[in-house]
């Protein structure tokens, strides 16, 4: 077999050089699944015969974070234990152990206040006032890179059935195990005499969420999908009045549970056991651009127990819970802090820097300050009736006037999922049920 | 001038020369500004208008026309004969709030040099030292960039800012990194050409022999039935066979290239193997061997492939690579 791989190495290379080389948009459009199929296509047969390309390609991937092995794999396996594939299966849907599903992207009242307070004119930090209910949780898998965006309008109900898993082909993993503080590990074994190796996919908390940076270690096929700890199905097949969602059109998964936070040991201790709640809520991006249209619907699918995966409409909020997460997959947590009617945010808490950049121009001073999602949506508000939000850690930015200048000043925000609050320095309160995007004042000024 | 200073501060020394260019492309931009506000009606059209607003356009001072002038731009190149509907469906997908930062950068917006600087100055530089593994050249391949970014060159008079080819099709952070990328393949090519005789033989590079020397006794069968089998594959998969037996990839590096797992590739190659080597056998057979001589063929020549084919991968590699996997 050998002399076959050095007979192919050979004729691979004498293929002709193409002299004509895509250019940098396409290459990177590539690099993040964005490009139509045909595109796609033509961009693939250039790249299997110019070595050139492929080299771009493969240094412009985004680095992989650093992965580090914290602990050991717990000495007591569970893989032995009889039924254990089912168990594996299961421990999927125990992820999200506890899980109310009926709508899960909207928290229960005050149960995703991150941090909700008053600065009037305070440089107290806010993560030292933080002292807040726990959080509920969710976990997040991306799959390739991020999707464009989507139309938030999913209108048919469907079902899914996804069988769990009963035999694996080769290579394959071994059921992931926690292991330490953060780390899903799991054994993959090569087909045949190939390499036996350990794998770790990172978790990161943040806040209210767990996040999986496993982007590298998601396999769904049109058959099989799984994602390490979180999803373990195969035959991924609809019932007959739901159009059938093949693994390949899906481009993201993200796996949200509310109450109670998902811990690491919570995990392990479902996976071990055979009374796992059987909710969860998956969200799946499905690019219908293959079917009527070139936009993006968003399919829900709820976790029915072990072996079912139902899916039901997408209500509002699910595709903009989902862009949230896409945009802080990658992104470190931001702290803010409001300094002499300044607003300032910080990475790693030591340096400061202002980071509203219209703040002199609109002659803002700060005195309220709200903060979601490990400081990546933002709400911050002062004088003039000026409240501006981020919603990805300060890189862009909203302006609201809520009323009058001359008015008053705001003085409280408060978060709630995607509820609104916030209040003025003659007693007005203007709310918003939809992230910001209404607002309806609901008492006048004194 | 925030700018000037701004600029001062960052490029490198002698770049004052690309301030007063920088300068005169804003007085062009503000003439660009009054006379785009006399665009045809069409400039209006509802749809763009949203695009627009999406964009946030306005706050780099770009105007309705100029952006829906954009949008034109990028549809003659990637959908040149399309109707309105598709282009439409085309501009949606893009990244557009990064496509007007990228022009009105090019277009030398203080405001949005400003901003792109604040989001990429040091991502830039810590993608170019992730890809050149040290410090100094990192900066240096990220300085070079830089000024193509805001353009050295000039074209009819004009600077020619490199962020004009960025169309928002892919992010503008992966697109810069897709641009470095480009830079440091031509970079070490151009190096490598200038690596003298001295030094290789210095470092005790041995000289291949000259190519007659070899022994070629490949079969023309062999090729032709290998290149015929070669050519059923789809694209994708003749990219996984390349980039795993020519540029030495492992499973998981091809399997982010193609945006599926390793697993998958690692039984996807299995599967492909297997299938080629039946079709060469075939093809052999078709051409007049017996199943015997067939299988003998494809192990017969491996002692003299061993030879090519490690010369053949030297010549078009651009980049240090890992490990061989096997070719001996």
Redesign the interface.
């Known amino acids: ?14 293929s002709a ?1 193409p002299q004509v080389h895509p ?13 139509p199929r045909a ?1 796609r ?1 033509r961009l ?2 250039h ?3 110019c ?2 390309c ?10 992989i974070p650093e992965i580090q092995v914290v602990g050991t794999l717990p000495k007591r396996s569970f893989f032995a234990l009889p039924g254990f594939r089912w168990v594996a299966t299961a421990a999927a849907v125990a992820v999200a152990a506890g899980v109310a599903i009926e709508r899960p992207w909207q928290m229960a009242p005050h149960s995703d206040v991150r941090s909700s307070q008053v600065a009037v004119n305070s440089s107290q930090e806010p993560h030292q006032a933080a002292v807040q209910p726990p959080p509920p949780s969710a976990i997040v898998g991306t799959i ?3 999707a ?2 989507a139309s938030g309008q999913a209108d048919t109900v469907h079902s899914v059935t996804a069988e769990a898993s009963q035999t694996r ?5 071994s059921r992931p195990t926690m292991a330490g503080q953060g780390n899903l590990v799991a054994t ?1 074994s ?2 045949g005499d ?1 390499p036996r190796r350990t794998e770790v996919v990172p978790l990161q908390t943040r806040g209210s969420s767990v996040l999986a940076q496993s982007e ?4 769904i ?1 049109d058959r099989y999908a ?1 994602v390490p700890g979180l999803i373990e199905a195969q035959s991924i097949s609809s019932l007959p009045a739901a159009p059938t969602v093949k693994g390949t059109d899906i481009e993201q998964v993200f796996i949200r549970s509310t109450a109670p936070p998902i811990t690491f040991e919570a995990v392990q201790k479902s996976a071990s056991s055979s009374s796992i709640p059987d909710t969860a809520s998956v969200f799946y991006r499905v690019p219908t651009r293959t079917r009527e249209s ?2 993006l619907k968003d399919f829900i699918h709820f976790v029915g127990g072990v072996d079912r995966i139902a899916s039901k409409r997408a209500p509002e909020g699910a595709s903009s819970f989902m862009e949230s997460s896409a945009r802080r997959s990658s992104q470190p947590g931001v702290h803010w802090r409001i300094a002499e009617g300044k607003l300032l945010k910080s990475t790693d808490e030591a340096q400061w820097r202002e980071a509203y ?1 219209e703040q002199d121009q609109l002659n803002i001073q700060f005195r309220a300050l709200a903060t979601a999602t490990e400081g990546h949506e933002v709400w911050a508000g002062g004088s003039h009736l000026t409240l501006v939000h981020s919603w990805n850690g300060g ?2 930015w909203q302006t609201f006037n809520l009323g009058n200048p001359t008015d008053g000043d705001i003085t409280k925000i408060s978060i709630d999922g995607e509820n609104l609050e916030v209040q003025g320095s003659n007693n007005q309160t203007w709310v918003s049920p939809d992230g910001g995007q209404k607002w309806t004042q609901v008492k006048q000024p004194n | 001038m925030q700018l000037r200073r701004l600029f001062l501060d960052f490029l490198p020394l002698g770049s004052e020369r690309k301030v007063r260019d920088f300068l005169h492309v804003k007085l062009v931009l503000s003439a660009m500004r009054m006379s785009s506000g006399t665009k045809p009606a069409e400039a209006s059209l509802p749809a763009i208008r949203e695009l627009f607003d999406k964009s ?1 356009g306005e706050r780099y001072g770009l105007t309705l026309a100029a952006f829906e002038a954009i949008l034109e731009q990028v549809a003659e190149k ?1 959908s040149p004969h399309a109707d309105q509907a598709k282009k439409l ?1 085309l501009w ?2 893009l990244k557009l ?1 990064e496509l007007a930062l990228a022009r009105a950068c090019a277009h030398g917006h203080e ?1 949005a040099w ?2 792109f600087l ?2 990429f100055r040091e991502k830039l530089y810590e993608i170019a030292r ?2 050149t593994k040290e410090d100094s050249n990192g900066r240096e391949l990220a300085d070079s960039l830089y000024a193509d970014l805001y353009g050295t060159s000039e074209k009819e008079g004009k600077r020619v800012s490199r962020l004009n ?7 503008l952070e ?2 810069l ?6 830079e ?2 031509n970079r070490y ?1 151009k190096q490598k050409r200038l690596v003298s005789l001295e030094e290789e033989g210095e470092e005790g590079v041995q000289f291949p022999a000259a190519e007659s020397s070899f022994p070629m006794p ?1 079969d023309v069968r ?2 032709q039935a ?2 015929e089998a ?1 050519e059923r594959l ?3 998969d ?2 996984i ?3 795993y ?3 030495n ?1 492992t499973l ?2 091809v ?10 590739i ?2 996807r190659l ?1 599967k492909m ?1 297997k299938l ?2 039946k079709q ?1 056998i075939a093809g052999l057979q078709a051409r007049g061997m017996k199943h015997g001589q067939a299988e003998e063929a ?5 002692r003299f ?2 030879v ?2 490690r010369r ?2 030297q ?5 240090a690579f890992q490990e061989d996997k ?2 001996n």
């Not at chain 1, 002399?3 to 691979?12: A, I, K, M, V």
């Not at chain 2, 990194?177 to 480009?182: G, K, L, P």
């Open positions: 077999m050998q002399g076959f791989s050095n007979l192919l190495r050979q004729r691979l290379g004498t050089l250019e940098a948009d396409e290459l990177t459009a590539f690099i993040e699944q964005c490009l595109e296509e693939l047969q790249l299997s015969a070595g050139h492929r080299e771009v390609v493969f240094l412009s991937q985004p680095e390739a890179a991020p464009p965006a082909g080769v290579p394959s993993y993959y090569g087909s190939g590298n270690y998601v396999n096929s799984y070139s936009r950049p890189v862009n | 946030r990637y469906e949606q997908d709030e405001e400003t901003e604040r989001r992730g890809m080819f960025y169309m928002g099709r892919g992010s992966g697109w990194r897709t641009v470095v990328a480009q440091f393949v090519r490949e062999l090729s290998t290149d070669l789809t694209a994708q003749r990219l066979l390349a980039a037996y020519l540029d990839r998981t590096e399997g982010r290239m193609v945006g599926v797992h390793e697993s998958t690692s039984r299995e193997i080629l080597r060469v494809l192990e017969a020549d491996v492939l061993t090519d084919v053949k991968l010549e078009n590699r651009p980049a096997g070719s």
